[in-house]
């Protein structure tokens, strides 16, 4: 899924395939521990638009591409966004990607 909500679905199920890889964004976001919680996933699409959307007033977060948990009708793909301050100057445009391209990650908790 893409939609607010849908990111640790999304998270759960990649990590429950049989084909993922160690050291995924996914499983990288699933097994992330912080302020003692466990309950960290890979936002989905729309989660990563609402972050981008408030990217000016977060700290500490770079600007970059960042994996989504929303997967693309092609299986080699998953969707990205581009963090950044300025849209209008965005250096790769958010889509669909390759999953073995390097990209950012970050884990979230609910919304």
């Known amino acids: 899924g893409a939609a607010i ?13 049989p ?3 160690a050291g ?5 976001c699933n ?6 919680f ?4 890979l ?8 972050i981008d959307s408030n990217f000016d007033i977060l700290q500490d977060l770079e600007a970059g591409h960042y994996w989504s948990s929303t997967h693309s009708p092609d299986t080699l ?12 100057e965005e250096p790769f445009p958010s889509g669909e990607y390759l999953k073995t391209l390097e ?3 970050i884990a979230v908790r609910s919304f």
């Open 31 to 36: 097994d992330y521990e912080s302020g003692g």
């Open 19 to 21: 084909c993922v890889t």
């Open 24 to 28: 995924s964004a996914a499983v990288l």
């Open 77 to 88: 793909k998953a969707w990205a966004i581009m963090l950044w301050t300025n849209e209008t």
């Open 103 to 105: 990209r950012r990650a």
């Open 38 to 41: 466990t309950d960290w996933h």
């Open 5 to 17: 909500g849908t990111g640790a679905a999304n998270t759960a199920n990649i990590v429950a395939s």
């Open 43 to 50: 936002p989905s699409f729309d989660e990563l638009v609402a």
